[in-house]
């Protein structure tokens, strides 16, 4: 059987690894250069606990179940994952009422480990919040993660296990014969398929039009963000929400995994021509250190280090859009997937697989006997014992060549990322972090744009920021 999944973002990548597992041929399509550079890349990062989404919608099931997967689905791909837990604050009376109502929520959710704190606890967790805080509801499951790294993660494992991964790949139509799709066709080629997974996040819904399968509108809701530098500091220990409101989750504060700290998103609708949009603006920031700055004073503005925008593919009825359709038959729509996607993600795998597949497209998968399900990360010298260290750089020195001086990425593990599929210098980035750093890549952008033209073969001023067009050298001065 012949299944082609759409969409390389932490849901469709997901959905490929649990695919991965059986006897099939797999192969997954991505327009971008990379896995996880849509939705996913522009994200917090945070796997909520569950209690915020409305009892008996699929996104409730699915985020209490995702959230619990997560520790063993991070241990297997060797991507960083910190349960931290979380802290809704209420400041006013009103907002204590919401506390209550989130509480009850979460325990119709099957979510554990919630706990209502008076003041004094709440400030003995986080003593540089609002002193003004009266109460706040505790979550000890939410965590933090790199979304983008499990999506790569993700997708490097499914290849191991056998998935074909086309990126720079544009899904353009199907052919369909007698109600069944029979081809997926791109900008360069066509693909046969039984089964089609639509993972294609902010643009979903246009695929499946394109397939003449329903599928209800999207509608682009962008967050801005700004990234603090690690140097600045432990200013949180777990993700601080503010009370939300029946719009949003509201701008939060939290800390990376790798120990910056972000805040935000604020979250604006914007029209159905603005999929793309993802530029910040000075009201936004603003906004967004406002509100921010109201959880955690004086929060260290001389320590940001990026500004940066994602966007959220938003239904009308605000959940999840996931079936399996008959007509054509085969065409899985995977949509709508906001918030709390990246935490449901491992659970909408296994929603997909093990019951919409078979009971729905009635479908028999057969498991594979040899399925490996860990995949070996890319060793980060920096994180070991210095005897390790020393080891590593007696069997190879470029391990012992610091490339990136902000975040400590060798010479070894940007050649290891361009062997695995990095082609282009963001693509190096969000797999070692290097650029990612206080300079953001002010230092050495230039040295590893030489090491990706020499493991690549190409010449320096074809190197690629990103996507195609995203030139860094416009030619030589001398020839």
Request: glycine content about 8%; hydrophobic content about 40%; aromatic content about 6%.
């Amino acid at each position: 059987m012949n299944v082609v999944v759409v969409g390389a973002g932490i849901v469709g990548a997901a959905i490929a690894r649990k695919l991965s597992m059986y006897d099939l041929n797999l192969i997954i399509l991505e327009k971008q250069p990379e896995a996880g550079w849509g939705i996913t890349k522009a994200n917090s990062g945070i796997v909520h606990a569950g209690y915020d989404d409305p009892p008996g919608t699929l996104r409730a099931s699915l985020c209490s179940r995702g959230n619990m997967m997560y520790e063993e689905m991070c241990k297997q791909l060797k991507v960083d994952f910190k349960r931290i837990g979380s802290l809704v604050v209420a400041f006013t009376g009103d907002e204590v009422k919401v506390l209550h109502e989130l509480m009850r929520r979460g325990e119709l959710n099957n979510v554990k480990g919630l706990k209502l704190l008076d003041r004094e606890e709440v400030l003995s967790l986080e003593p540089r919040l609002n002193g003004n805080v009266i109460a706040a509801l505790y979550a000890e499951t939410a965590g933090i993660t790199e979304p983008w790294m499990v999506a790569i993660a993700c997708v490097e494992n499914a290849v191991q296990n056998g998935a074909k991964f086309l990126p720079n790949t544009k899904v353009i139509g199907f052919e369909i014969v007698k109600e069944r799709i029979r081809y997926v066709l791109t900008d360069s080629d066509k693909i046969p398929a039984d089964v089609v997974i639509n993972a294609t996040g902010m643009e979903s819904d246009l695929l499946a039009k394109l397939a003449g399968v329903y599928h209800p509108p999207l509608h682009p809701r962008r967050g801005q963000y700004i990234l603090i530098d690690k140097n600045a500091g432990n200013i949180v220990n777990s993700v601080i929400f503010p009370t939300p409101t029946e719009d949003s989750k509201g701008i939060l504060v939290l800390p990376t995994v790798d120990g910056g700290t972000l805040i935000g998103p604020n979250a604006e609708d914007l029209s159905d021509r603005e999929r793309e949009s993802v530029s910040t603006t000075l009201e936004g920031l603003r906004e967004v250190l406002e509100k921010a700055s109201h959880l955690v004073p004086h929060l260290p503005v001389n320590r940001v280090i990026k500004t940066f925008a994602g966007l959220r593919p938003e239904t009308p009825s605000k959940d999840f859009y996931i079936t399996a359709e008959t007509s054509p038959w085969g065409f899985v729509n995977v949509g709508g997937m906001r918030s709390p996607g990246l935490t449901a993600a491992p659970a909408i795998a296994e929603y997909v697989v093990e019951y919409l597949i078979p009971e729905k497209l009635h479908i028999s998968l057969t498991r594979k006997k040899d399925f490996n399900p860990e995949r070996r990360k890319i060793p980060h010298p920096a994180d070991s014992t210095p005897e390790k260290w020393h080891e590593m750089i007696a069997r190879d020195k470029r391990w012992g060549r610091i490339v990136c001086a902000c975040n400590e990425v060798t010479e070894m593990e940007i050649r290891e990322a361009i062997r695995r599929g990095a082609r282009t210098l963001d693509a190096i980035k969000f797999r070692t972090r290097a650029m990612f750093g206080k300079c953001q890549g002010g230092f050495c952008t230039h040295r590893i744009m030489k090491i990706l033209a020499e493991e690549t073969g190409q010449a320096l001023e074809d190197v690629l920021k990103a996507e195609a067009g995203s030139w860094i050298l416009n030619g030589k001065v001398r020839p």
